[in-house]
């Protein structure tokens, strides 16, 4: 462990005991994790939007987002098997443990949102990273003007989080909009992509902040909207994902020009990421 500031960072993998599983949607299971020393855990404090690295033992290591809220929250991951070593953790059980260095990265910018409307959009597993920060809100509900989740996945079974969006929803004035991208039998709310959201939203732009988070085309679709409805780059915030190995600045595997995901992000404006010169 060695300390940045105030801040207790686990710099070589702390050994952690899942404690659940939850199968969320198809191939993204969520993972509830207790650190096996209790002083790590005490000491582990993060920041919503930060990432830990996740050793999965004898398969290796691999970048996630913490969703969890720090105040509120059990520890947990949730994570989509996409290859060798996504998929050897989804096949961990309870009591079998797992490896956390971290947290890593900057974290989203909450002192600077205090007082603003905030707007979340997120498609598909986008919704994964920015959870932690709608807990947040929603939970000083009070601090925040309003506060708009737009979401959408391809399918309706492809919707993350949708028992917890229900409960979101009991948030006075939490304002949800869902569609997926084709009608399909069962779904009776809107239908085609995310960014078309946008102005049927009526989003608000002044004082306004906005969280966004999903593929390529989906967020390049999106800021074309926001930008339409007015929302200047520097009110506009996402996550950038790349290939990480050291997650601490040593390695340059994450560099984007002068910019290192792993320390400088991974949340970026996106006045500093039109800077970056490289596609999301
Ligand atoms: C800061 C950060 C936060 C992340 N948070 C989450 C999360 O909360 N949940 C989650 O499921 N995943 C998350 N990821 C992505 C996750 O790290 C990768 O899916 C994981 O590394 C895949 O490892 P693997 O060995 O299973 O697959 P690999 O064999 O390494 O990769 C399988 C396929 O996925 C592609 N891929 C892997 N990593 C990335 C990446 N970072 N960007 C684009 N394509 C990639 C590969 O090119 C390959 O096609 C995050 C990544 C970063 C950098």
Not at 103 to 116: D, H, L, R, V, W
Not at 123 to 142: A, C, E, T
Not at 201 to 222: E, H, R
Request: charged fraction near 25%; charge should be neutral; glycine fraction near 10%.
């Amino acid at each position: 462990m060695s300390e940045t500031g105030s801040k207790a960072i686990v710099t070589v993998p702390a050994v952690a005991v899942i404690d659940e599983v939850r199968d969320e949607i198809e191939d993204v299971k969520t993972f509830y994790f207790s650190f096996e020393d209790p002083a790590v855990g005490a000491s582990f404090r993060v920041r919503s939007g930060q990432f830990i690295m996740c050793t999965v033992f004898g398969a290796g290591e691999f970048a996630v987002s913490l969703p969890f809220s720090p105040e509120s929250d059990r520890p947990h991951l949730s994570v989509r098997q996409v290859g060798k070593v996504t998929r050897a953790l989804h096949d961990l059980r309870p009591g079998d443990k797992i490896g956390v260095r971290g947290p890593f990265g900057n974290g989203f910018p909450f002192e600077e949102i205090k007082g603003k409307n905030v707007i979340y959009v997120a498609g598909g597993i986008g919704l994964i990273p920015l959870r932690s920060s709608i807990v947040h809100v929603l939970q000083h509900r009070k601090d925040f003007g309003r506060i708009l989740l737009i979401y959408g996945s391809k399918t309706a079974k492809e919707l993350m989080y949708r028992y917890m969006i229900d409960e979101w929803k009991k948030t006075e004035g939490f304002e949800t909009y869902f569609t997926i991208d084709n009608p399909e039998p069962g779904w009776d709310d809107r239908v085609g992509f995310v960014h078309t959201l946008i102005a049927p939203a009526s989003v608000p732009v002044k004082d306004t902040v906005a969280f966004v988070c999903g593929p390529p085309l989906m967020f390049n679709a999106v800021i074309g909207e926001l930008g339409k409805a007015g929302l200047k780059d520097e009110a506009i915030v996402s996550t950038l994902e790349r290939h990480m190995k050291c997650g601490i600045g040593k390695c340059q595997h994450c560099a984007i020009g002068r910019t290192l995901v792993c320390t400088d992000g991974p949340v970026y404006t996106y006045r500093q990421i039109k800077t970056l010169g490289e596609q999301i």
